[in-house]
């Protein structure tokens, strides 16, 4: 089945940048990267989960939460089965595990992500802003 590991995670002060990255692999037989959305989401501990950006392989449309339009930038290499986000001017807030999941683009709705419409998800990676 597919599997998605994420990295980039780390400690940063308010105000920097980070990159994230997501690597997909073992798609099913038949399928490719394009047949796939791409989410990235975070979830602080005791909280849900918050739908942070996605991507549709398929046509590069990407969609955002309001918390972060403007600040963070998603992108795929589709060469290398590999999805950033790009995270500028950082806040506490952001400060959380940032995981990336994935399911079929027929199944996910052309919006900021909602956790309900992703089976495949990574482990996750923490990230930290320091004020």
């Known amino acids: 089945e597919v599997t998605l590991v994420e990295s980039g995670g780390g400690v940063v002060r308010a105000g920097g940048s980070m990159r994230l990255s997501c690597v997909v692999s073992r798609f099913p037989l038949g399928d490719t990267f394009a047949d796939y959305a791409i989410g990235w989401f975070r979830q602080a501990p005791g909280k849900g989960t918050e739908g942070v950006s996605c991507?549709?392989?398929?046509?590069?449309?990407?969609f955002y939460a309001d918390s972060v339009k403007g600040r963070f930038t998603i992108s795929s290499d589709d060469a290398n089965y590999t999805v950033y986000l790009q995270m500028n001017a950082l806040e506490p807030e952001d400060g959380d595990v940032y995981y990336c999941?994935?399911?079929?683009?027929?199944?996910?709705?052309?919006?900021?992500?909602?956790?309900?419409?992703?089976?495949?998800w990574g482990r996750g990676t923490q990230v930290t802003v320091s004020s």
């Open positions: 991507i549709i392989t398929s046509d590069g449309e990407t």
């Open positions: 999941a994935t399911d079929s683009h027929i199944r996910v709705v052309p919006r900021p992500p909602k956790d309900h419409e992703y089976r495949r």
